[in-house]
């Protein structure tokens, strides 16, 4: 399918368009769900209507739930998909492919038109800030190494406590918003959040343990 006319705009107000995407799914369904069911969508729908900025544009949409606080299980199944995007641009893919069994995946409209709005307030500064700068940070080469690094904190998201989900889902959203501006400025800056929450979550866990480690020999 043929990306609308919006995508292929300037890229100004990421979230925007993403809303848009789902209006027009919404507005394409097949058929009216029935009485007390949200309509619903493909994740292939989402990817057919994205133009060359695809990788940029999903990692954002998957990566908004996680930028929430005290949400949870959503990122650790949004997490995969994203894993899978990154393993992909690493790989150097040009455009997302998606296995069928997650082509075919499907989405409540309404549901994830909600988790974007209330994850705007979050990056929406960001977006205002983003402008096409660093261009070398966001060329094929230099995207293959993003991809290898931004699978880091992506898994981290997959760690099942309280609150680890917003951090790295905050840097790999700015990462997704500097891919879709060609900002490199924002990539670099959203693997540094990234990164600086990895190493901040091993240095806590390995304390952590240690604690446990010196109280359970104390008990001993």
């Keep these: 399918m043929t990306a609308p006319a919006d995508n292929a705009k300037p890229m100004r107000g990421a979230t925007r368009v993403l809303h848009d995407i789902l209006d027009d ?5 097949p058929e009216a769900p029935a009485a007390g069911e949200e309509p619903t969508a493909r994740l292939g729908d989402v990817v057919d209507r994205l133009d060359e900025r695809a990788f940029g544009f999903l990692l954002l949409l998957l990566a908004l739930p996680c930028c929430l ?18 393993g992909q641009m690493a790989l150097g893919g040009r455009h997302p492919w998606l296995p069928k069994k997650l082509h075919d995946r499907r989405f409540a409209i309404p549901a994830f038109a909600t988790v974007l709005g209330r994850a705007e307030k979050y990056v929406g500064w960001v977006e205002r800030i983003a402008s096409p700068r660093f261009r070398p940070v966001t060329s094929h080469l230099a995207l293959r190494i993003i991809g290898a690094l931004m699978l880091i904190p992506i898994a981290s998201i997959l760690t099942p406590f309280p609150l680890t989900n917003t951090i790295p889902g905050i840097g790999v959203a700015i ?12 990539v670099i800056g959203g693997l540094l959040i990234g990164f600086i929450w990895v190493f901040l979550l091993l240095f806590v866990g390995a304390e952590t343990l240690s604690l446990v480690k010196a109280w359970l020999l104390s008990r001993g």
């Design 69 to 86: 606080p005290f949400i949870y299980v959503l990122p650790q199944i949004v997490a995969l998909p994203m894993l899978f995007l990154a």
């Design 25 to 29: 799914l919404k507005d394409a369904a």
């Design 175 to 186: 990462i997704a918003l500097g891919l879709i501006e060609r900002d490199g400025l924002l």
